[in-house]
Nanobody, 117 residues
Framework: QVQLVESGGGLVQPGGSLRLSCTAS????????MRWYRQVPGKERELVAL????????HYADSVKGRFTISRDNSKNTVYLQMSSLKPKDTAVYYC??????????WGQGTQVTVSS
């Protein structure tokens, strides 16, 4: 049974930091591209960051470059999203996604991040 379980969301003040984690099971984690998306009500899901399964190459949305860092630990089947200098516009539900590069992908249940004073 495939599972992606996110954790680490919550309420943080502007300028603060959070680290999201996503632990996977039920598939060969090390062979999948891992992605973080976010979504706010009424808007499409937005790709925030991704990390390849080879060489740890990363890509970020322009809106988070320099503030967010994606990383993975294949020994723990876990991908992380370190978020710093958070802004109110970063408020969203954050989703973990695993993609095999073709057409198979899996989604987590999402974790809420709220940036507010």
């Amino acid at each position: 049974q495939v599972q992606l379980v996110e954790s680490g969301g919550g309420l943080v003040q502007p300028g603060g930091s959070l680290r999201l984690s996503c632990t996977a099971s039920g598939f060969t984690f090390s062979t999948y591209v891992m992605r973080w998306y976010r979504q706010v009500p009424g808007k499409e899901r937005e790709l925030v960051a991704l990390i390849l399964h080879i060489g740890d190459n990363t890509h970020y949305a322009d809106s988070v470059k320099g503030r967010f860092t994606i990383s993975r630990d294949n020994s723990k089947n876990t991908v992380y999203l370190q978020m710093s200098s958070l802004k109110p516009k970063d408020t969203a539900v954050y989703y973990c996604n695993a993609w095999n590069g073709i057409k198979t992908e899996y989604w987590g249940q999402g974790t809420q991040v709220t940036v507010s004073s």
